[in-house]
């Protein structure tokens, strides 16, 4: 895991405290998708957002969908998922599908969709990225800064 050259959040709460965010978050393994949650909502307060809006679904393929819909209303959406690899296909399908499918939501509406999907090959990978106590990275956190910075990227051009 590198997390080398990752760069510093920057969520100025002047620029950010007004933005609509939602945070749509799949139910599978529930510890790992927990700390990317807190990650998710502490970034949120960091930049002055009281209340976003979080929708759960049953899995990570679901988040795509979930996240078309919420974009209509909102500034910025983060989907927040995790993929850990098992023996069959299903890792692969389920991965290129999410990232397709969030890909898509973010460039035909131009609405920033953080991607905090974690794609771990075990378990201990999405504990060492969901901003647990003593995870290594908090992948959650991340993917919202990045879109909420998005946002006011975006608007200032």
Known sequence: MSGAGAPQANLKRKETKKLKLAIVAASW???IMDGLLDGALRA????GIKKPTVVRVPGTFELPVAAAHLVEE???VVALGVVIRGGTPHFDYVCEAATQGLTKVAVES????????LTCDNEQQGIDRAGLAGSQEDKGYEATAAALETVVALRNI
């Open 110 to 117: 131009k609405t920033p969709v953080g991607f905090g999907v």
């Open 74 to 76: 909102y500034d910025a």
């Open 44 to 47: 949120a307060t960091d930049a």
């Open 29 to 31: 393994h529930t510890q």
